[in-house]
């Protein structure tokens, strides 16, 4: 199954529930397939995530001119935070400042202490993940209820 019928499809059966598709960095190089690729998505209501920013493979290009609805920062960015030369933290602050600028909504990854999360909270970051707030659990949500595409064409 192709990606576009996959996301047509989870669209169609989860027509109320909020879908980001989230891509690593690394896939965000040819900025007018991104620009194609964010017509499309929205088009079905459904929002798009770059994955690991900063991880080394991010250039700015793809930021300004294909600027995904969230960025989320890569952990090796956020680990230590608090305690990082004031170097590390302006040009984390700065990034963050970008990214709101180009229309981003910022996530700060893998955040695993109470000094990183009030770093995270001081720089502006709009949502905050990591082990600090829980661990990951396994199973479906239970509020979803399953349901094919095929089910919706009947």
């Known amino acids: 199954m192709s990606c576009a019928i996959f996301l047509t499809c989870s669209r169609s059966a989860y027509p109320n529930l909020e879908i980001v598709l989230e891509i690593h960095e690394r896939?965000?190089?040819?900025i007018d397939r991104m620009?194609?690729?964010q017509v499309e998505l929205h088009r079905l209501g459904i929002g798009l995530a770059y994955d690991d920013f900063g991880a080394g493979q991010a250039r700015?290009?793809?930021l300004i001119e294909a600027p995904a609805d969230y960025l989320k920062f890569d952990m090796n960015l956020i680990r230590?935070?608090?305690?990082?030369?004031p170097k590390r933290f302006e040009m984390v602050s700065m990034f963050v400042d970008i990214a709101k600028k180009v229309g981003s909504k910022t996530i700060a990854e893998g955040v695993e202490t109470a000094g990183e999360?009030?770093?995270c909270q001081s720089m502006g970051f709009d949502f905050i993940?990591?082990?600090y707030y829980?661990?990951?659990?396994?199973?479906?949500l239970p509020h979803l209820?399953?349901?094919?595409?095929?089910?919706?064409?009947?």
Not at 80 to 85: G, H, S
């Open 145 to 154: 209820r399953r349901q094919s595409w095929y089910d919706t064409q009947q």
């Open 129 to 131: 993940q990591g082990y």
């Open 80 to 85: 230590k935070i608090d305690q990082a030369e």
């Open 117 to 119: 999360a009030e770093a």
């Open 35 to 37: 620009k194609h690729l």
């Open 27 to 30: 896939a965000v190089s040819d």
């Open 60 to 62: 700015l290009m793809e």
């Open 134 to 140: 829980g661990q990951p659990t396994q199973g479906a």
